[in-house]
Each structure stands twice: as C-alpha cells, then as structure tokens.
C-alpha cells in the first residue's frame, strides 16, 4: 500500500514557540491531504482539508490563525502550531488521498506526531 | 455525513473469526461505508470499503445489509495483532469523520 510518512514522530517544545509538523506521501502523489488531532482515549477529530496549490479548508472551531496548513507540492503538507500553549499536546494525524482512482476512496494515514507542549 | 453506532468494545479469541457490527440507519445513497482500524498510538489503517454490494479483500468481508443501515467487518481468523480500535465510518466525500469505534481485544 501507499506510504505516509510523518516528521518529527514527537516534539517537545516550550510554550510560546511553534511547531512544524511534515506529513509526506513517499510513493504517490497526493492531491489532498487532511489533518487530524486525538487527545488521548479519544478519537481523532478532522482539523482541516489541505489541498495543493490552494487554501485548507478548517473544521468549525479549529483556528486558522493557529493552525497554519501549507500544501505545496503534491507530495508534502505541513502543519505549523503557533505559539504553542500546553492544551495544544496532543497527537498530530495526517492522511493523504492519492490520484488513482481505484484507490479514489482510500485515504492513507501517517504515523502520526505526538507534541508536547511544556 | 451519516452518523454511525458501534458498540464500545468486544472480545474475540485468536483464531476465531471477528464479526464487528456497525450500524447506519440515515446513511443516504451516495454515502460509502468505510472500516478503518487504529492500532495503540498509530496512524490509522485502512482496511475496506464498499457501497452496496458486499466486499472482500485480504485483511477482511464487509457485509452491509439490502437496506444498507447497517454492516458488519469480518476479520475471518483474528489474530493478536488485530487488537484494535475499529472506526466505521460513512461518507460520500473525502472527509472521514471518526466516531468512536469498537474496540477489540483479541486474546490467546
């Protein structure tokens, strides 16, 4: 299957700074990519849709402002946690849809990123 | 998107086959019904999908039943390592929202 690949797999940052989470598709091209966050023994909740060349798309409620997405390429999205405060620690979950359309349903998750925030 | 019920958890021995339910009464026509699965702290994984018809691939069968309000994922002989939250999910669009899935436990 399609390869998702995610970096740093864990960050541990002050509070203040921003974070930088990469999220790549190593052996397709991925015209969409999604976000994703799961606090622990919780479910992951949809951040923001990223598509390339164009604006992401947020859920109700994630702030843009915060949470920047750039999808430059068809192969990498990243995700920028600004002035990261300690309720921003969590699991940080890409996925990526690939262009086949065989595989036009099938969206390809990264092993996630888990920061923590001091 | 439709909503989705599956039951919290469920427990299976190893070798026997998993039979996960997920029910889906307001799916509408277009919305496909998708089975993910999210080992401890991984990214999920993708296990199947389908529309109408049932489907069989090399991890699992997905049966939806005729109305399509509900499914069921078979792991046929599971084994320790599908020890797992289970996510079913119906969608029509690239958006996957997760509910809270089932979590099985295989045991020896």
């Known amino acids: 299957g399609a390869v998702v690949s995610q970096h740093p797999s864990w960050v541990i940052c002050k509070s203040g700074t921003s974070v930088k989470i990469e999220c790549r598709s190593l052996d397709f091209q991925a015209t969409t990519m999604f976000w994703y966050r799961q606090f622990p023994k919780q479910s992951l909740m949809l951040m923001a849709t990223?598509?390339?060349?164009?604006?992401?798309?947020?859920e109700q409620g994630v702030e843009k402002d915060k949470f920047l997405i750039n999808h430059a390429s068809l192969t990498l999205s990243t995700l920028t946690v600004t002035s990261a405060h300690p309720e921003d620690s969590s699991f940080y979950i890409c996925s990526a849809r690939g262009l086949t359309t065989d595989r036009g349903h099938e969206q390809f998750f990264g092993p996630g990123t888990r920061l923590t925030v001091l | 998107d439709a909503k989705t019920t599956q039951p919290p958890s469920m427990d299976c021995a190893e070798g026997r086959a998993a039979n996960l339910p997920c029910n889906h009464s307001t799916i509408s026509g277009n919305e496909y019904v998708y089975w993910y699965r999210q080992i401890h702290s991984q990214g999920p994984q993708y296990i199947i999908h389908g529309l109408k018809n049932n489907e069989t691939n090399e991890m699992a069968s997905l049966i939806i039943t005729e109305d399509r309000k509900s499914s069921t994922l078979i792991l046929p002989h599971a084994t320790l390592r599908d020890t797992a939250v289970y996510y079913c999910i119906v969608s029509f669009t690239d958006k996957l929202i997760f509910g809270t899935g089932t979590r099985l436990q295989v045991f020896p």
């Open positions: 990223s598509n390339e060349g164009s604006k992401a798309t947020y």
